[in-house]
């Protein structure tokens, strides 16, 4: 598998196999990331076994923005930088990977490494429905947003690559479209209920937030 295939599979992890909605551009500028504090810690749909979880740590003291560590029930894992994003009185989580497949430790395992300079870290859009007592989220997912692309392709500036959807349009542009369609399914899907259970894991502290 090449590459840049891996990093498209690589933000899939996010979404537990299925396949997110990617955008070239993030959906926030500074003045609309906010902090909150009780999204801090880990979250699972069932907090007694060892499911799916996800993770979230503050980048820094005077950083808005969070680790946020994804692990599937086969504890495989995936590291993003995540921000929250108030758009008029809506939450949304803006999460692109940490790392990208290409960056481990010794660059000398790279097989292509010039490949690697072509590569970009995609951004993923999620709305936070609510924060306690449950973090419940809807996610962006390719084969829902088709149906609404095909019914109106002008609804975002978007293209294809390799066969994947692909967001292009601007920071400002993303934000009329995600309040726009806020509460429409073909955006934003089906609600996922997550319990906040305590944190055993550690997390690498040598990532921050996108420049």
């Not at 993770?55 to 680790?67: C, V």
Request: net charge negative.
């Amino acid at each position: 598998m090449n590459t840049r295939k891996l990093l498209f599979y690589l933000l899939a992890v996010l979404l537990g196999g299925c396949v997110p909605v990617m955008s070239l551009h993030p959906l926030f500028t500074k003045e609309h990331l906010v902090f909150e504090e009780k999204l801090l810690g880990t979250w699972a749909d069932d907090p007694n076994s060892p499911e799916v979880t996800w993770e979230f740590k503050r980048i820094g003291e005077s950083e808005k923005a969070y680790k946020l560590i994804f692990s599937d029930d086969k504890d495989k894992k995936g590291l993003f930088v995540a921000h929250l994003v108030k758009l008029e009185d809506k939450l949304f989580l803006d999460a692109y990977p940490a790392e990208l497949p290409c960056e481990p430790e010794d660059p000398n395992k790279i097989n292509w490494p010039y490949n690697s300079l072509f590569l970009i870290p995609a951004h993923t859009f999620i709305k936070v429905e609510s924060i306690e007592p449950q973090l419940k989220i809807r996610l962006t997912l390719e084969s829902k947003m088709e149906e609404l692309l095909k019914e109106d392709p002008d609804a975002v500036k978007h293209t294809s690559v390799e066969d994947r959807l692909v967001l292009t349009a601007s920071t400002k542009e993303l934000q009329g479209f995600v309040l726009k369609y806020a509460d429409d399914n073909r955006v934003f899907t089906g609600e996922i209920v997550l319990n906040r259970k305590k944190s055993k894991d550690r997390v690498p502290d040598n990532i921050g937030p996108q420049q």
